[in-house]
Every structure is written in C-alpha cells, then in structure tokens.
C-alpha cells in the first residue's frame, strides 16, 4: 500500500513537471522571435530603407530590458494598425555608429543602449525612444493614430 502511494506521487509529479515543460515549449514555438523579420546590419542601413516612414528597433539578446518587451515589439512588427514596417538592428552585434543617434527633439539625448526605438520619415530620424516603458507607449500611440511622427 506504502509502495503504490509513492508510486502514485512521483508520476503525479512527473506528469506535472512534463505538463509544464510541454507548456513553455508550446508557448516559446508560437512567440515570434528576432531572426523572423527584416534586419538592418549596419548603422549607415537606418535612415537608406525604401519606406517613406518606418522603425528601427535596436536590440540585444543579452539585453533584460529587451527581453522584457520582446514579445510587445515583435507583436507590433508582425502586424500592426498602420502596416508601419519595423526593421530589427542587433546592437549586441558589434554594429558601430549607433550612439552617434541623436534625439532631433532634444540634442543632449543620445542613444545610449538598449532597448531603442527610431522614426525614420523621409530619410531622416525624426524620434528616438528608449527604454522598457517609453518603446511600449509609442507603439500603443501608433496602433491609435495619435503618435505625431507618423502620417
């Protein structure tokens, strides 16, 4: 009797720990993931993309900030309200120039890591955002049509 309770614990809990593998397994499969979309792969690519407006989003998979919002970005990259195309840029890569990315709305705000996220209109940067909560706020703005940047 003794021996059929343990037995009957551990595949209980082994069905358990198979049930939540088998979970983040499912979960990770149906998760967009940074080499599905367009990379730019060099600083010089940001502002020559044949779009008259579009974003570029430096990342980097050491990044924990980045990783926070993964999802969130690459979400709105595969389909969001304006069709605005998002192009990726891996800053961990060793890509250099981009802290050279000044904020047009304020000159003392430089790039300074990631996440990043620029506007590009024209040929020309027009807005630089940063951060885990600021690169989530401007893309719910443009998913409403309130973000100014964009047509």
Known sequence: MQDNFIRNIVIG???????LISTLVIINVNSPQYDDF???????????????????????????????IKDTV????????TDLKVY??????????VNNIVNPNNPNDLM????????????RIVDLNSGATDIPNVLE?????TYTYID
């Open 88 to 97: 990726l840029l891996d800053a961990g890569s060793g890509i250099s120039g």
């Open 38 to 68: 367009d990379k730019l792969t060099s600083f010089q690519a940001i502002d020559r993309q044949a779009e008259d407006q579009y974003l570029v989003y430096f990342y980097s998979e050491s990044c924990s900030h980045c990783a926070t």
């Open 141 to 145: 703005l443009i998913n409403e049509g």
């Open 74 to 81: 690459l979400k709105f990259a595969k389909s969001n309200d």
């Open 13 to 19: 809990f082994g069905g358990v720990i198979l049930a």
């Open 112 to 123: 300074d890591g990631t996440p990043s996220l620029v506007t590009v209109v024209d040929g």
